[in-house]
């Protein structure tokens, strides 16, 4: 069956490839600006579902997303469902800790829960009565020269759906990036770093937080690191970042308390050996990627954003927020150009691509600069604090 995505008027058709949390944010924005839009997701909805599988389970939230959040009216709502992170929190191996602000005082980032904001996202866009959600609907290919998308169903049976405009906010392994591999003079590259990560649990020990909330804890370990960021729940996620091949040396508990014990003493007693012992091995380390590319549009008919454009490694906590960017600076341009998406798409790629491959060059830079280079501004900090 091939149909026209859903058109209550003569309004432009937008098709967002993508219910993740820059898909669901940037089909509130066109449907804010009266367009029709039709979101497509191929998982079902995660409102709905009882286990949210996906990447890390929160995530740091900075000016640059806020500022997205508030062209659609959701800043407030979301942010205070987030705990502010004044600064970073050195822990030493000594077990001291040692505050890095992030910026003057009262300026802070925030933890959020990834699957609570894109639930929040997916419900904000569904607000919009011109807004039609479909689930379950896997993008399996789209013809750029007729702008025919193919989408699979959970039950296998496919759709093949038209739009006046194709949105690409299907992730780093983007189904919508692929038609573009096939164009001349299209740059593309794609990174893996030799580091994985795995998350684990901090418990709140008697109702109460583990260790100070309004914090990012980093273990900086040189070649290695730890991170935690709190949850609501009073819990904190811990996401250890190695080399996988040091993941892989560490196959018994035992050896995991060993690790812990040489590298993080003091986190052992507050995620509690046993828990340590059996979360360390429920999942694999995960793998990440660096992605760039450029144009991030074809023609006046598709265009990525978000990680479909460039998935940037996590050090820089700024993967979401610079896909959430990419909503605000697209729809700056579409008021410039009248909504035209022949000026539109080229000017949006002119503008945006030297922006989002500096992000992913800085958040590359932090890489080595959160496990390493904090140990030595740290120690330098420390030297001129102790003599004030
Ligand atoms: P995704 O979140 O990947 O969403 C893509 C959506 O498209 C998914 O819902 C997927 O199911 C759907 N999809 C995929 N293929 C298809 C298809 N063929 N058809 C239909 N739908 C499809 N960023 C920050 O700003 N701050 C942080 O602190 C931060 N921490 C991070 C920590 C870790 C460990 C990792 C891995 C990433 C982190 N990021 C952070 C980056 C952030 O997760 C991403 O930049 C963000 O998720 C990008 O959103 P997106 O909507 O573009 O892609």
Known sequence: MERSASRQSRKKVVAVVGGGLVGAL???????????????????????????KGRSINLALSHRGRQALKHVGLEEKIVA???????????????????????RKGQYILSVDRANLNKELLTAAETYPNTKMNFDHKLQDWNAET??????????????VKADLIVGCDGAFSAVRKQFLRLSRFDYSQTYIPHGYMELTMPPINGEFAMKPNYLHIWPRNTFMMIALPNLDKTFTCTLFM?????????????????????????IPLIGADTLQRDYFRLPAQAMVSVKCNPYHIGDTCVLMGDAAHAVVPFYGQGMNAGFEDCIVFDEIMDQFNEDFSAVLPEYT????????????????????????VNSKWFIFRKYVDNI
Request: glycine share 6%; with cysteine; proline share 5%.
């Open 81 to 103: 469902q987030g705990i502010p992170m004044h600064a970073r929190m050195i822990h030493s191996l000594d077990g001291k800790q040692s505050p890095i602000p992030y910026g």
């Open 243 to 267: 080399p996988f091949e040091d993941f892989e040396k560490i196959t018994t508990g035992d050896e995991v308390i060993e690790f812990f014990q040489k590298y993080f003493p003091d986190t």
């Open 350 to 373: 002119r503008v945006r691509v030297p922006d989002d491959h500096a992000i992913a060059d800085l958040a590359m830079y932090n890489y080595i600069e959160m496990r390493a280079h």
């Open 147 to 160: 702008g025919l998308m193919t989408f699979v169903r959970l039950d296998g049976s496919k759709e093949q």
């Open 26 to 52: 940037n089909a509130c924005f066109f449907a804010k600006r009266g367009l029709d839009v039709e979101l497509f997701e191929s998982r079902e909805d995660i409102r709905r579902a009882k286990i949210v």
